[in-house]
């Protein structure tokens, strides 16, 4: 099974307000808030943890057969980073999941696997919305976000 | 507070959120924040935090991950009303 999420980030930047008081609370980890309140690029950040939690999130949910809102829970850690690629793991409910991540300069796009094997063998297509009759292409999973919605097989 | 007066208030909270107004006009206890409104999962967050604000509460993160419905958001609120 794999999950993907793509972050619009002008669409975050009108939708959503991380400095909100009490946001990075409820949607990160101690751990995660310190490296947010340390990173260079806070924003940047804010939404590569969002979209590696939503990426996990949708494997772990289907997994599961269990919805439930609680991004805090889904801990992130972000192995090797450079301006253009993140790779990390998820973990949550002792399940560790793995992340892959494509850093833009318009969005940030995550894969998600369970190994790191399945990881590296996902295509993405990412097109502009809206995609007509992209359900045809029978993507295992669909991310749409802004102006962009991202197909993974 | 009853069920009815509750949806009353979150319906303008959520109002500022939900993508999809056909949903949004016919809200009820049903009504699931992000199949039927079409909102957005970190906008969610901002429903939580405008509860909060709207209520005078404190929603732990527990209490948040039940949050994904209308029925749960009110169950949610009517126990952190009692506790106060």
Not at chain 1, 88 to 102: E, K, M, N, P, R
Not at chain 2, 56 to 78: P, R
Request: glycine share 2%.
């Amino acid at each position: 099974m794999i999950g993907n999420d793509l972050v619009d980030l002008l669409e975050a930047a009108q939708q959503s307000n991380w400095k909100r008081r009490g946001f990075l609370e409820k949607v990160c980890s101690l751990a995660e808030q310190r490296q947010i309140s340390e990173a260079e690029n806070p924003e940047e950040l804010v939404w590569l943890f969002w979209s590696m939690k939503e990426a996990a999130y949708k494997i772990h949910s289907r997994i599961t057969g269990i919805r439930s809102f609680a991004p805090a829970l889904l801990d992130c850690k972000v192995d090797l980073v450079n301006s253009l690629q993140a790779q990390g793991t998820v973990c949550v409910d002792q399940q560790t999941y793995y992340s892959l991540s494509t850093i833009e300069t318009n969005y940030i796009h995550t894969l998600a696997a369970q190994s790191q094997e399945r990881l590296q063998t996902i295509r993405t297509e990412i097109h502009d919305q809206p995609l007509a009759n992209y359900r045809l292409k029978n993507p295992a999973c669909v991310s749409h976000h802004g102006r962009y919605i991202a197909l993974v097989f | 507070m009853d069920k009815e007066e509750l949806i009353a208030r979150l319906k303008p909270i959520v109002s500022g959120y939900a993508q999809d107004q056909d949903a949004l006009a016919a809200i009820n206890e049903d009504t699931d924040f992000i199949k039927d409104l079409k909102i957005n999962s970190a906008n969610l967050v901002d429903v939580v935090l405008d509860v909060e604000e709207a209520f005078d509460i404190v929603i732990d993160n527990q209490s948040m991950e039940k949050m994904l419905t209308v029925k749960a958001s009110i169950e949610v609120i009517q126990a952190k009303l009692q506790e106060k």
